[in-house]
Each structure stands twice: as structure tokens, then as C-alpha cells.
């Protein structure tokens, strides 16, 4: 028996020890497996700090672990983070790994994990990083096919041979999510939104065709955007459904489902499948509670705010479906009703209540022929604290003709919400009037027939006033009127007062229904005047325990937009700038905000300003200006503008003001910056006096030369002309004197701090010290001894070159030029063969000069070329897309209304030939800005390149 035992516990330990060294043994072949499967699948960075394998936690089967792992998007997605978790666990049938050649996954686990999924204008998806398969090789016709009779036949009873499976076959039994976090973010249809601790558990045999899956998935937090509208915010949603799968036809059918968002519960019945093109959809979703306090639910003001005590009547019914195919062009439909009935709430603390809700609203929407969509608010009535409101909306034939028919009436008093809803933080008074009406056909506003559409009333705001904590300042409005009439509504006062910030404005917008409603071009006019913006005020003080991380990000200028902005602003402070006496234009039109005629004062000095702001390219917006700025001073330059610090890093040793008239044209980055070295500048700068406090080149050149050190250090009559060309700066050469020394500078400079600087100077010899006049006398006496009878005069000139860094500046000096030069009567003694001599090497370095600068100037050419025919090029195919686009949209409006009678015909028609007409204009708009832009780059260069040579 002692034997059995003995034997019994060898077993056991040796057991658990193969428990242990089994995975370690395996570990290199499933970590190599995954590896490969990553990487040659993937258009992505995958990464991962550890592989984890146990035979313990889910014995008989093997437990594997991915630690930290990430996929990042490389290309336009670069550093975007597709998905993230620290822990990914599966458990894996450990035969299939030691015997089989394919993986079986029984259950997966992702512990936290975060994904951010993201659509661009362009449609391009970060999700979309599987590597596509290679075609296969072409056939070459020249190379004879095998006779027929070397081809095996072919049994047609025999089934095709198999394709070879994958490495990795799911006999998944659950798949869990805990604690994650997804954001989805679509730019072409414009939505956006977030789920936030999200928990799903879903379980289900997924080794059968036909098997049910018990799903239950629920997010702490839901935020929903559409067209930059917040309409769901920081709401709970879950999730419960049966769900029967039949995988073979990827076809699924809900049973028993229920989705809660809030309070409001709807149950969800029908199925959603993927044949091989598109989605097919027949999906009806209906209310299981009836009263009013599920909808209150969904308004943040209210569910945010003592919910719980919430007291509310009345009876609401929510219905709808999803029904029809997604494929190519062809949606499918949706529709949806929302009735409320005798609704009211109140909260137990407040005096106040909302009474008499009623609202019958339903949208029916044709994935089909779009223009069949209709919106219905045919009621909604409530009484806040006694004050009736009264709307109604109905849209029809939003595509051909849009018809709209709406109202507005009632009075809003703010000073009663406090009285109705609890407002934490909050004090809002103030009195809303509105009497508004709207009705008739877009065509008639387009077609300017204003007489056949009605649009008239007003809306009054009085005594408005606004305090939260959330917000800096006290926001005052003493009064606002807008007036309403077919053709415009206009802004006849507006006054506001934002702590000490004062504004007024007054103007009139046209065109804005079709704006409104159809997505036209509002034009309009407005004059804003001011005394004072205190914007770092609005702005608040950051918190000292947090810091900013946000950065700006490119705001692109609708096209939609036309718009002109007349202002005078008598102070503007932000951040560490004081601007006075703001007066011009901005224009908003076409995707471009255009400066016209912008003058105002700041730093010391004044500025004017002319240009544009341009995102009609989103892909390479740009800001093309041209300023003339006087008496700057330079240390507020320096310190206020990044740009300046980046390409003139030396102007924080000088003191002084300066002068400058410059055209720039940049693109810019993510964050609204200029692109450094896609700069493209000329100019013209000029100082009557600069003062270098501290200047590491101007030091070591004075070390070089033996300088006293209480020379001058001001630089006088300063007149510079240069360019800035992709990011570095040129200077053409200038005259200049610092104290009563005589210099000629020419150079450039680099983003990289990097500068290669000709200095000529004539240097009175009381400068130098002792040792460089020891220098210049030894020189004399060599060219004595030569039989020249040279005398030492009174000025010194030397030849300078500076190169290396700001930071470490290189001298190289040119003493032998320099005592040549000094002498009054070098030329008449050396007339003959020193002449020779010297004259010869002058004429070698002005042709290595003009040399250098003739391939200079060849260069500046041939890239300004190249950048010219890239935007004629990128404009030619931008122009060829919007005519490949309104052609197939107006091909698809004639082929629909094919049929469909005479009339419908020619109304298609007419609506065509207008779609492509207006696209001919937008593709021959792109095309003449990209000429436009084209030949200033060429202009700018051959500008430069004579400059040069």
C-alpha cells in the first residue's frame, strides 16, 4: 500500500508539472501562429507585451493570454488606435493545437478594451486593414496554352475540390467584453457616437449553421451626434435579445429583444441578414411602457435632475420600423410615430409645473426614391408655468420640391424655468416672444417668387440673463429682434454683454430657408461693433490641477456660406496680446474666409491685413496673406507668434522695433499651424535701429577678430528684402552698421537652426585689441618684405563666413583679403602682377558665384514647375471626379423619372441639366483656382530666382 501511494503521489506531481511545461512548450508555436496570421493579414501595427499560456485555469483545455495588445493604423490613420485592451484571453482546445492543423477557439475574453473606428470624407474606413489577396497572373497570350488532351477530365457529379481552410476554426461557445469603450465617428454621413462602459455576454454554439445566440450588452454611457447635434447625451442603453443565427446565409431573426435607453423601453422584432452584396433588413421596434416619464427620461435637463422625484402623467406610444435592402444607392426605409397624450410633470420642491403635452409626430422615410420622405409634427402643445406653446412642421418632396409648412407661436419665460426644472448652478431670466410662420414650395424662394411663399412674424428676446458656474461670465442680453419675411430675416438689434466684453450687431441673412432646410447658400450681411472683448476672460483660467490637452484642430469654412463681416473693435485682449482700434471686412464664401482691408494696432505698432483662410481641400487647406506691419516691437513679435521663434530664432537677443511688408502663403497642419517647410514668403523689412543684448554669433565673431568689448551693439538703417522658401529664409545682401562698423550681410537660415552668412566689414582699427593689430601689422611688414611699401590705414576690412547653428555658431575669417583691402594704395603698387592675380581670383569666385546661383536659380524653377503641374493635376482630377458625380446623380434622377409620365420626365430633365450645369461650374471653379494658384507659385519663383542670379 506505502508502494501504491509512493507511486500515486509521482503521478500527481508529475502531472502538474506537465500542467506547467506543456504551455511553455507550445508557447513558441501558438506566439510564431499568431504572428504570422497578423502579419499577413493585417495593413496595420499590431502589438502586443505578452503571450500568456495555462493548462490550469480551463483544464483540459489551454488557456491563452494577449497582454497590452493594440492595432494602429498606419498611412492616413498613422497613431490611430483601431483597438486597444489590456487583456485579451481565449480558451483553445489544446488537442487542436498539438494535432490538427487548425485552432479551435471555444471562448473569448476582452477585458477593457477601447476601439475607435473612424470614416473620412472620403469614405476610407481605419477598420478596412485586411491586406486584399493578389490577383492572380495574368494570362500571356504568347505563350501557348497545354494541348487539351494533357488537361485531365473532369467528373461533373464530383464535387470542386475544397479551398485550403483557414488556420483558425471558431467553435466559440461565449464571447464576453467587460469594462470597454467604443467610438465611432462617421465624416460623410456626420454622425458620431460613444459607448462608454460597455459589458456584453454573448453565448451561442457557433460550430452550427442554425444556432441561437443569448446576447446581453449594456453601456453606462451613450452619447449620440448627427450634423454636429448633440441628440442623446451621457444616456444608459442595454440590450437583450435571443437571436437565432443561421450562419450558413449569414441571416439573423430577434426573438424576445428588448433595447432600454433611459426608462424608454422598446421592444425589437424581425430579422437583418447579409446576402453576398448589401444588407437586407425587416426590423419593427414598439414601446412595452406607456407613460410619459420613459420620454422625460431622454431630456438631459430633466433626467439629470433629481429624476427620481420626478412626478409625471400622461400616456406616450412610440412605434416604427426599418425595412428594405442596403445596397449601392438604395437605403432602406424607415419610419417612425411618437404619440404623447394629456403629459405633465412636476417635481415635488417647485411651485411650477409643465402642463397639457400633446404630441402626434411620425417621419416616414423611402430608402428607395427619396423624394417620397415626409416629416409630420402635426401637434405639439405644452404650457410651461402657465405660458402656452404651439408648434407644427410638415415636409414634402424633399427632392424635387421641397414643400414646407410650419409654425412657431408662444411665449418662453426663462425666469419660470428655475421654477419648473431644478437648475443647479444655473440662473436664467429673460422673456422669449415668437410669432412665426412658414409656407410654400422651395422652388418659389429659388425662382424668386416671393409673393407665392409665406414667411412672416418675429421672435423678441428681453432682459435675458444667464449665470453658470460652468461659464466664466455673465451673459446679458438687454435686447434681440429678428424679423422674418420671404426673401430674408434680418438682425435689426442685438446687444449682448459678456462681463466686460460688449457686443452689437445688426444685419440681414437671404436665402436662409433654402439653407435651413435644403442645405443652400445663405448670403447675408452683418456689422458687429464693440468697445471691448476681453477674451481671456470669456475663456476662463485653466485649472491649476489639469492641463490643456486639447489642441486645435482645422475648422473647415462650410461652402455653403456667403457671408460678410464689417467690424470695429476698439480693445481685443487675448492671451498675452493687447489689440486696439480692429477695423475691415471678413468674407465667408465658397469654404474661404477672406480678410479685406483688416487694420489694427498691437504691439507697439500697426499691421494691415489682406488674404484668405482656404479649406474648400480639406486634405491641404492653406493661408495665403499678404500684411504690412509697422513699428513692431521685436521682443513682443518673438515672444507672441510661434512662426517668428521658429524661422528667426535670433530676434530673442534684440531689442528694437522694425517694419515689414511681407506676402506668405502656407499650408497648415491637424492643429491650424503653418507647415514650416511649405512657407513660401517674399518680403521687405526694415529698422532704423535694433539693439543685440545677447548674441552667441555676434560674440564669437568679436572673439575672433579681437574686439574691445565695449564696442557698440547697435545695429543701425537696417533694409532687408527677403524670401522664405519651403521653410528656410534668404537674405539678399544689405548694408547695415553696428556702431562705426561698415557691414554687408547676405545669407540664409534654416527651421533647423542651421545658417550660412556672408559678412563683409569695415572695422575702424581703435576696435580691435591688441592681438588682431599685431596681426594686421605683420601682414603690412610680409608685403614690405615682398617690396611692397604698404602702410596700415585707419579702417580694417574683413570677410566673414558663419555658419553651423545659432546655438554654435562657426567663424571663418578672410585676414589676408582683409589687409589688402585696408591699405589706400594697394591697387596703385600692385598694378601689375599682384593686380593680375587678384583680379583672377576675383573673376574665379564671381563665376563660381554666378555659377552657384544660375543652379540656384534653375532649381527654385524646376521645383516651382513641379509644385505647379502637382496642383493642376490634383485640380484636374478633383475637377474630373465632380463631373463623374453630378453626371451619374443627374443620370440616376432622368433614369427614375423614366416612365413615370411627360411631365416628371421634363421636370427630371430640367433638374438634371441644372445638376450638371452646376457641376461644370464647381469642376471649372477648382480648375481656374488651380491655375490661379499655379501661376503664383511660378510667378513667386521666377521673382526669386532673378533675385538669385
Known amino acids: 500500500m506505502k508502494k501504491f501511494f509512493k507511486i500515486l503521489l509521482i503521478v500527481v506531481v508529475a502531472f502538474f508539472a506537465l500542467l506547467i511545461i506543456i504551455p511553455f512548450a507550445f508557447k513558441g508555436k501558438i506566439l510564431q501562429l499568431a504572428q504570422d496570421e497578423m502579419n499577413k493579414h493585417l495593413n496595420a501595427r499590431v502589438e502586443f507585451a505578452d503571450l500568456r499560456l495555462s493548462l490550469i485555469r480551463n483544464f483540459p483545455n489551454l488557456s491563452v493570454s494577449l497582454i497590452d495588445l493594440s492595432v494602429v493604423g498606419v498611412g492616413d490613420f498613422e497613431n490611430d488606435t483601431l483597438v486597444a485592451f489590456p487583456a485579451f484571453r481565449a480558451v483553445v482546445d489544446i488537442k487542436s493545437v498539438i494535432y490538427g492543423d487548425a485552432v479551435e ?14 470614416v473620412l470624407a472620403d469614405g476610407r474606413a481605419n477598420w478596412d486593414i485586411m491586406i486584399p489577396s493578389e490577383p492572380a497572373d495574368p494570362v500571356d497570350p504568347a505563350v ?50 460613444t459607448l462608454s462602459g460597455l459589458n456584453l455576454v454573448m453565448k451561442g454554439d457557433l460550430t452550427e449553421d442554425l444556432t441561437s445566440l443569448d446576447i446581453s450588452a449594456s453601456s453606462e454611457i451613450f452619447n449620440f451626434w448627427f450634423d454636429e447635434i448633440r441628440y442623446v447625451s451621457n444616456a444608459r442603453l442595454s440590450l437583450v435579445t435571443l437571436l437565432d443565427a443561421d450562419l450558413a446565409e449569414w441571416r439573423f431573426e430577434f426573438r424576445e429583444s428588448e433595447i432600454m435607453l433611459n426608462e424608454l423601453t422598446m421592444g425589437v422584432d424581425g430579422f437583418f441578414a447579409m446576402p453576398e452584396k448589401g444588407f437586407d433588413m425587416d426590423i419593427e421596434f414598439f414601446s412595452t411602457r406607456t407613460d410619459f416619464r420613459t420620454v422625460l427620461s431622454l431630456v438631459p435637463a430633466i433626467f439629470m435632475a433629481g429624476f427620481e422625484d420626478l412626478h409625471a402623467t400622461g400616456n406616450v406610444s412610440v412605434e416604427g420600423f426599418v425595412r428594405g435592402s442596403m445596397v449601392d444607392d438604395i437605403w432602406p426605409s424607415v419610419g417612425l410615430e411618437l404619440l404623447v397624450e394629456d403629459g405633465g410633470f ?29 416629416v409630420d409634427l402635426r401637434r405639439f402643445h405644452m404650457e410651461m408655468g402657465g405660458n402656452p406653446l404651439d408648434m407644427h412642421m410638415s415636409i414634402r418632396t424633399p427632392i424635387s420640391d421641397m414643400f414646407v409648412d410650419a409654425a412657431f407661436h408662444g411665449t418662453i419665460d426663462f425666469t419660470s424655468l428655475a421654477d419648473i426644472i431644478p437648475l443647479e448652478g444655473v440662473e436664467i431670466r429673460g ?18 417668387r416671393y409673393e ?119 480693445n481685443i485682449l487675448f492671451d498675452n496680446m493687447e489689440i486696439t482700434n480692429l477695423a475691415g471686412s471678413i468674407i465667408v464664401r465658397g469654404g474661404r474666409v477672406v480678410m479685406e482691408g483688416v487694420n489694427m494696432e498691437m504691439l507697439g505698432g500697426t499691421i494691415a491685413l489682406n488674404g484668405e483662410y482656404n479649406t474648400r481641400d480639406m486634405s491641404a487647406p492653406f493661408i495665403d496673406f499678404a500684411m504690412d506691419i509697422r513699428d513692431f516691437d521685436i521682443p513682443g513679435t518673438f515672444h507672441t507668434f510661434n512662426t517668428v521663434q521658429q524661422l528667426t530664432p535670433i530676434a530673442k537677443d534684440l531689442r528694437g522695433r522694425f517694419s515689414t511688408s511681407m506676402n506668405m502663403h502656407s499650408l497648415l497642419d491637424e492643429q491650424m499651424m503653418p507647415v514650416m517647410d511649405s512657407i513660401n514668403a517674399d518680403g521687405r523689412l526694415r529698422t532704423a535701429s535694433v539693439e543685440i543684448v545677447s548674441s552667441t554669433t555676434f560674440d564669437r565673431l568679436g572673439q575672433a577678430l579681437s574686439l574691445r568689448e565695449d564696442r557698440d551693439n547697435v545695429l543701425t538703417d537696417v533694409d532687408i528684402n527677403f524670401t522664405i522658401t519651403n521653410g528656410r529664409v534668404y537674405l539678399e545682401p544689405f548694408e547695415t552698421r553696428l556702431g562705426p562698423v561698415g557691414m554687408v550681410i547676405g545669407g540664409d537660415q534654416g527651421i533647423d537652426q542651421t545658417m550660412n552668412y556672408v559678412m563683409r566689414m569695415t572695422i575702424p582699427r581703435s576696435l580691435f585689441g591688441s592681438g588682431a593689430d599685431q596681426v594686421i601689422n605683420n601682414l603690412a611688414a610680409s608685403a614690405a618684405a615682398r617690396g611692397l611699401n604698404i602702410q596700415p590705414g585707419d579702417n580694417v576690412n574683413v570677410n566673414a563666413l558663419i555658419t553651423g547653428t545659432f546655438s554654435d555658431p562657426q567663424i571663418s575669417l578672410d585676414m589676408r583679403e582683409t589687409a589688402r583691402a585696408t591699405m589706400d594704395d594697394v591697387r596703385e603698387q600692385i598694378r601689375t602682377q599682384a593686380t593680375e592675380e587678384v583680379e583672377r581670383r576675383v573673376e574665379q569666385a564671381e563665376d563660381r558665384v ?35 458625380e453630378t453626371e451619374a446623380n443627374a443620370a440616376r434622377l432622368e433614369q427614375e423619372a423614366a416612365g413615370r409620365g411627360r411631365i416628371a420626365e421634363a421636370a427630371a430633365k430640367r433638374t438634371a441639366d441644372g445638376i450638371r450645369s452646376e457641376g461644370d461650374k464647381k469642376a471649372e471653379a477648382v480648375i481656374r483656382e488651380a491655375d490661379e494658384r499655379a501661376e503664383k507659385l511660378l510667378e513667386d519663383a521666377r521673382r526669386e530666382a532673378a533675385r538669385v542670379e
Open 105 to 118: 477557439v471555444r471562448s473569448i475574453l476582452l477585458d477593457r478594451p477601447s476601439a475607435k473606428a473612424r
Open 144 to 193: 501557348p496554352e497545354d494541348p487539351v488532351d494533357h488537361v485531365p477530365p473532369v467528373d461533373p457529379d464530383l464535387p470542386a475540390e475544397p479551398a485550403e481552410p483557414s488556420a483558425f476554426r471558431i467553435a466559440l461557445r461565449s464571447f464576453e467584453v467587460r469594462d470597454g469603450r467604443i467610438e465611432y465617428d462617421d465624416v460623410p454621413f456626420e454622425v458620431r457616437t
Open 346 to 374: 412636476s417635481y415635488p420642491d417647485l411651485p411650477k409645473s409643465v402642463d397639457n403635452v400633446h404630441v402626434h409626430f411620425s417621419l416616414l422615410y423611402d430608402g428607395v426614391d427619396e423624394d417620397n420622405t415626409t
Open 431 to 448: 422673456l422669449l416672444e415668437s410669432d412665426l410662420s412658414l409656407s410654400g414650395n422651395m422652388s418659389d424662394i429659388e425662382e424668386e
Open 452 to 570: 407665392d411663399f409665406n414667411a412672416s412674424g418675429s421672435m423678441r428676446l428681453t432682459a435675458f440673463r444667464y449665470v453658470d458656474r460652468a461659464f466664466p461670465v455673465e451673459v446679458l442680453i438687454p435686447g434681440a429682434v429678428l424679423n422674418f419675411s420671404p426673401r430674408f430675416v434680418e438682425l435689426s438689434h442685438f446687444a449682448m454683454e459678456l462681463g466686460r466684453s460688449d457686443i452689437n450687431m445688426s444685419g440681414r441673412l437671404e436665402n436662409y430657408i433654402p439653407y435651413v432646410f435644403n442645405d443652400g447658400t445663405v448670403r447675408g450681411s452683418l456689422a458687429f461693433t464693440s468697445t471691448m472683448l476681453d477674451l481671456n476672460e470669456m475663456m476662463g483660467e485653466p485649472a491649476e490641477t489639469e492641463t490643456d490637452t486639447a489642441a486645435m484642430t482645422i475648422v473647415e469654412v462650410p461652402g455653403n456660406i456667403d457671408f460678410v463681416l464689417t467690424s470695429k473693435i476698439d
Open 850 to 884: 554666378r555659377e552657384e546661383a544660375s543652379a540656384r536659380a534653375e532649381q527654385i524653377l524646376e521645383e516651382a514647375e513641379t509644385r505647379a503641374e502637382q496642383v493642376r493635376s490634383a485640380a484636374a482630377e478633383a475637377a474630373e471626379a465632380i463631373r463623374r
